[in-house]
């Protein structure tokens, strides 16, 4: 039996069927047509993604004409810069400031309830806790986020000003309050900062543990030096959803922070939230096109703007201190 050799150099090969290859052909590399199902889920995908942005405009310019109307009638100085809001009264004035105090307030008091607690808790289950504890505490921990904000309202009006900050603390708090409003606040989204800052955490290597421990640091150590600075990015992700949900919250700052717009200077004050002027004047009584009706969208466009400015804020933030693995 006698072995040809290719004369030339060729590379033409038999396979192993006897098929015959060409590795350099010009065909060998060539692309494979894709398939269906992915360019469906391509589509699908990217039309979602076109969807949100189309709807993020939609809302921005649904604002954004009424308000316009708005801002024909009342200057931007009176709006922004003064003092009194009564845009329904006889002598009405168009002053924001109180909204915004107001809203600062609850936000405020609800970040310092809601950043320590969330943050606490999420160490504890992503660090401490065994995994028998964290699959009973999680659950009982995100309960709190399923709760309707119409009852954290009630909770607030009927239990903490009174019973709480009033005959406990001896404060001495009106019925209405800031401060009631803003510790109940606190309470509902301490669930959003706690299971995301717990989930971004858990993605955190577990050499990055391993070598902190192999250095000689202790848990504590290697949580604050190491864990958190390579979960930066989850957890002001998580603060800050957080915080766009506490200047968004609707309900409990209607029911316990109360009605009177003035400039909030103290937690125990009564005070008017932007969202609880919206929820009090869009009742349908106000005829579309009017003054009063416009000042709603006017309303509602300053704390979109507000929202976004804290966005892109924490998206500057998490790109300066991101870490990739």
């Known amino acids: 039996m006698s072995i040809t050799a290719t004369q030339g150099g060729s590379s033409e090969g038999t396979g192993p069927l006897g098929a015959t290859s060409n590795q350099n052909g010009p065909g060998f590399l060539r692309k494979k047509k894709g398939r269906y199902g992915e360019k469906v889920a391509y589509a699908a995908l990217a039309g979602s993604a076109l969807l949100t942005v189309a709807v993020t405009i939609g809302i921005f310019v649904s604002l954004l004409l ?24 006889a002598d009405s004035s168009f002053g924001v400031l109180p909204l915004i105090s107001g809203t600062f307030w609850t936000t405020l008091i609800g970040l310092l309830i809601a ?31 399923g709760i309707p904000s119409v009852v954290y309202g009630y909770f607030a009006l009927y239990f903490v000003a009174p019973q709480i900050l009033n005959d406990i603390f001896g404060i001495g708090v009106g019925t ?18 706690a299971s995301l800052s717990e989930d971004a955490m858990s993605a955190v290597p577990q050499a990055l543990r391993q070598g902190s421990y192999a ?111």
Do not use: C, H
Not at 66 to 89: C, H, I, M, N, Q
Not at 176 to 192: D, K
């Open 115 to 145: 950043v320590p607690f969330g943050l606490g808790a999420a160490v504890y289950l992503s660090e401490y806790a065994g995994e028998r504890t964290r699959k009973i505490l999680k659950p009982v921990l995100e309960v709190l986020a």
């Open 176 to 193: 209405f309050s800031v401060l009631a409003a803003g510790i109940v606040l606190g309470i509902m989204i301490i669930p959003t900062v």
């Open 215 to 325: 250095l000689g640091s202790n848990k504590m150590r290697t949580t604050l030096r190491v864990v958190f600075p390579a979960a930066i990015s989850g957890i002001t992700a998580s603060i800050v959803l957080g915080l766009s949900r506490a200047v968004g919250e609707t309900m409990i700052v209607a029911l316990a922070a109360g009605t009177r717009a003035q400039v909030v200077s103290s937690p125990t004050m009564e005070g008017q939230t932007m969202t609880g002027f919206i929820a009090q004047t869009a009742t349908g009584e106000s005829t579309p096109g009017s003054l009063g009706y416009n000042t709603l969208f006017a309303v509602g466009l300053l704390l979109f703007i507000i929202t976004l400015i804290f966005n892109l804020i924490a998206a500057a933030v998490v790109r300066r201190f991101r870490e990739a693995y």
């Open 66 to 89: 009424p308000a316009l109307d708005f801002l024909r009638e009342v200057s931007l100085g009176e709006f922004l810069g003064s003092t009194r809001w009564a845009p329904t009264f």
